[in-house]
Structures are given as structure tokens and as C-alpha cells.
């Protein structure tokens, strides 16, 4: 486990709930990833995400799909794609990405807490 932090540490982490509206192959990406364009509703809109989702994903089967992700950290330059917000996962047995997502329906731009 890392260093503990506190709960206004926690609080500065803005994780939102968001739905995955497009999704295309990445194939000029270093590592194989998704781009992927995340809808948060209200004040949020639409944010665009590259995530290394590939071993488990197709772009096509994204669509509709709720999605957690980081949306206060600065804009990312992957390749010739702008990341806007960062896409939470967890690693499965061989170190690949497992979306981490609600397990019911939540309303979009829902804050984690």
C-alpha cells in the first residue's frame, strides 16, 4: 500500500460517471489502446480518453457503456490524440485493463464518493 493521504486529498480526485457515445481503434498508439468520447452531461460534456482497453474490448461493443474516469487532470498528448480525462481500470491476472464501472445505471456527470 502507498503512503496514506487524507480525505481532502481524496476530495481533489473529481471521478465522475460517464457514457462511452464513441469508440474507435488507436493502431498508431505506442501500446494498443481505444480512443474513446465519454459524455458527462451537464457542465462536464463530452471528453475524449485513449485507453489501453484492447485485450478485453472492442470499439464497437463500448458504445452505451458506463464508464468511471478522472476528470481534473490536465489534458494528455498520446500521439497525435488529445486525452482529456483519464479512464479508471484495474489490472487482470496477466496485467491487463478491466474497466472499473457501476454495476447498475447511474446518472452521468454522478460524482464518486
Same mark, same amino acid.
Given at each position: 500500500?502507498?503512503?496514506?493521504?487524507?480525505?481532502?486529498?481524496?476530495?481533489?480526485?473529481?471521478?465522475?460517471?460517464?457514457?462511452?457515445t464513441r469508440?474507435?481503434?488507436?493502431?498508431?498508439?505506442?501500446?494498443?489502446?481505444?480512443?474513446?468520447?465519454?459524455?458527462?452531461?451537464?457542465?462536464?460534456?463530452?471528453?475524449?480518453s485513449s485507453?489501453?482497453?484492447?485485450? =478485453?474490448?472492442?470499439?464497437?461493443?463500448?458504445?452505451?457503456?458506463?464508464?468511471?474516469?478522472?476528470?481534473?487532470?490536465?489534458?494528455?498528448?498520446?500521439?497525435?490524440?488529445?486525452?482529456?480525462?483519464?479512464?479508471?481500470?484495474?489490472?487482470?491476472?496477466?496485467?491487463?485493463?478491466?474497466?472499473?464501472?457501476?454495476?447498475q445505471d447511474?446518472?452521468?456527470?454522478?460524482?464518486? =464518493?
Amino acid at each position: 500500500m502507498d503512503s496514506e493521504i487524507s480525505y481532502d486529498d481524496f476530495l481533489k480526485v473529481d471521478v465522475r460517471a460517464g457514457v462511452i457515445t464513441r469508440a474507435e481503434p488507436y493502431p498508431e498508439a505506442r501500446q494498443p489502446a481505444i480512443k474513446l468520447w465519454i459524455d458527462f452531461g451537464g457542465d462536464i460534456g463530452e471528453k475524449k480518453s485513449s485507453a489501453q482497453i484492447t485485450a =478485453h474490448y472492442k470499439p464497437k461493443d463500448l458504445i452505451g457503456t458506463q464508464v468511471m474516469a478522472v476528470v481534473n487532470f490536465p489534458p494528455r498528448q498520446i500521439g497525435k490524440f488529445m486525452s482529456e480525462v483519464l479512464v479508471l481500470g484495474f489490472p487482470d491476472e496477466v496485467g491487463n485493463v478491466v474497466l472499473a464501472r457501476p454495476d447498475q445505471d447511474v446518472p452521468i456527470g454522478g460524482r464518486l =464518493h
